[in-house]
């Protein structure tokens, strides 16, 4: 058997990305991983319950072995097999982020050998974590550019500290991996989206958030936005709550881009509004072809696909550049140049995978 490839946990922004993008890439690859220092830099370190998921979904879609998946641990072997469809359920445990988890498994459903369905329940709504919406609006769109056709749907939505909330991701048969795609021009805008909720809670603050979106986007794009408000009467209400959230997104003849922000106690509705769509009009401002989030997760996918990539993101993040060093560790033969830019600003890159990947 292969001798494992040896990654620092510390290395870069030291969080759980580096475990979940690790694990994925082994799992995909084929090439063991042994993971120390895991998550050093954060307190309390090691493993919490939302990376444990993860790393447990897809140790089980792709039939791996851990060793060390215990909360707490700052160390962790993991041993890949063979990836197959079929039906699978995960329980992140209160809040922990749904979303965070389908981008760890993502890598691995598109090599299963049939169609997949998964069912995650935690938090669709958390912070320090992509919404469910962006999830739904533009990660999965992104991803159908590169040959992923990928269902999410959303059963019930969970805020934090209860979560509670349920998802339900398919990716019908046979996947087929992904294809390189350059995303350099965005062509023009064609429209802009708003999604506002509010569960567990008066409707009237998912209306303040989107007025307060609106009236940026109007401002600042010279677009009027199609508004969605997602509100539940009183005894009709399925959600533990309580909790808000907003997602702006610009729908481009080549790309998406999308910005989000959650409500809490305290939190003026207009303030989250506005926070999700100048996020937006930030990126957009940079001329970039994608946001700060995807500039952050979309090297895992093209460094698997069947040939080179060039990307325009609006922010190179560190944790992008943790990412792109982490991919050049586990995916024997991966390059990677950054054409123009650097940390904290829009970027250029080409992004290179081996001949085979996979």
């Given at each position: 058997m292969a001798r494992p490839v040896e990654i620092d946990g510390s290395m870069g922004e030291g969080g759980g990305q580096i475990l979940r993008t690790a694990v994925a890439l082994s799992a995909v690859t084929g090439r063991p991983i042994r993971v120390f220092n895991i998550r050093a830099k954060r307190k309390p370190p090691g493993l919490r319950p939302q990376h444990l998921t993860a790393v447990r979904a897809v140790a089980e879609i792709a039939g791996g072995r851990l060793s060390g998946a215990s909360v707490g641990s700052t160390r962790l072997e993991f041993t890949p097999g063979i990836?197959?469809?079929?039906?699978?359920?995960?329980?992140?445990?209160?809040?922990?982020s749904v979303a965070l988890v389908i981008q760890a498994i993502t890598p691995v459903l598109a090599f299963a050998d049939s169609s997949v369905e998964v069912v995650v329940t935690g938090g669709t709504d958390v912070p320090m974590a992509p919404t469910i919406d962006y999830m739904r609006e533009v990660f999965r769109p992104i991803l159908y550019n590169l040959g992923l056709e990928m269902e999410i749907e959303v059963e019930r939505r969970g805020h934090y500290p209860r979560g509670g909330g349920l998802v339900r991701v398919r990716v019908p048969s046979p996947p087929g991996g992904f294809r390189?795609?350059?995303?350099?021009?965005?062509?023009?805008?064609?429209?802009?989206?708003?999604r506002s909720h509010a569960v567990r809670l008066p409707g009237s603050i998912a209306e303040r958030q989107a007025n307060s979106a609106a009236e940026l986007v109007r401002r600042r794009l010279g677009v009027e936005p199609r508004v969605e408000l997602e509100t539940y009467p009183p005894g009709r209400d399925p959600h533990l709550g309580p909790g808000t959230g907003i997602l702006v997104w610009a729908e481009f003849e080549h790309t998406v881009m999308g910005g989000d922000s959650l409500g809490r106690k305290g939190k003026p509705a207009e303030k989250v509004g506005r926070e999700a769509a100048t996020t937006l009009v930030e990126d957009v401002e940079t001329g970039a072809a994608l946001d700060r989030h995807m500039s952050d997760m979309i090297p895992v996918y093209l460094a698997l696909s069947s040939g080179p990539?060039?990307?325009?993101?609006?922010?190179?993040?560190?944790?992008?550049?943790?990412?792109?060093?982490l991919l050049r560790i586990i995916v024997d033969g991966f390059e990677y140049r950054i054409l123009e830019g650097g940390e904290g600003q829009p970027f250029k890159a080409e992004i290179r995978p081996p001949a085979s990947p996979h």
């Open positions: 990836i197959r469809g079929g039906r699978y359920r995960f329980d992140v445990g209160t809040a922990g390189p795609r350059d995303f350099l021009e965005r062509g023009g805008i064609r429209r802009v989206g708003i990539s060039l990307i325009y993101g609006a922010r190179l993040t560190s944790h992008a550049a943790t990412t792109l060093e």
